[in-house]
């Protein structure tokens, strides 16, 4: 399995980026699937910001509720992240990660931080 996660660079506060994941090797239409996204800012413990299932149920973190918008396009085996709204907060290395999650409720970033595949991450800057 490989996650390769683009789309991150610099932005002004306010302004909005788009964070693509592309799978190859895992089984995103298998109904166990369970796709997420995390960062990590400098000094800080990663921190779960989002998560979709196969049939496109998502959870965020409080921090990003309302500003940022997860999906997915299946057909493409890739996984999006829709960030608007960005604070200077935002700032962080963001990482895709991947796993099989049964039941589905349980496809949450607290049981992804042990995600079994995980992207090299990809930079994200907010400047003020």
């Known amino acids: 399995v490989q996650l390769v996660e683009s789309g991150g660079g610099s932005v002004q506060a306010g302004g909005s980026l788009r964070l693509s994941c592309a799978a190859s090797g895992f089984a995103v239409n298998s109904a166990s699937a369970c796709m997420g996204w995390f960062r990590q800012a400098p000094g800080n413990e990663r921190e779960g910001v989002a998560t979709i299932t196969r049939t496109g149920t998502t959870t965020y973190a409080d921090s990003v509720k309302g500003r940022f918008t997860t999906s997915q396009d299946n057909a493409k085996n890739t996984l999006f992240l829709q960030m608007d709204s960005q604070k200077t907060e935002d700032t962080a290395v963001y990482f895709c990660?991947?796993?099989?999650?049964?039941?589905?409720?349980?496809?949450?970033?607290?049981?992804?931080?042990?995600?079994?595949?995980w992207g090299k991450g990809t930079q994200v800057t907010v400047s003020s």
């Open positions: 990660a991947a796993s099989y999650v049964l039941p589905s409720s349980w496809c949450r970033t607290a049981r992804m931080e042990n995600a079994k595949y």
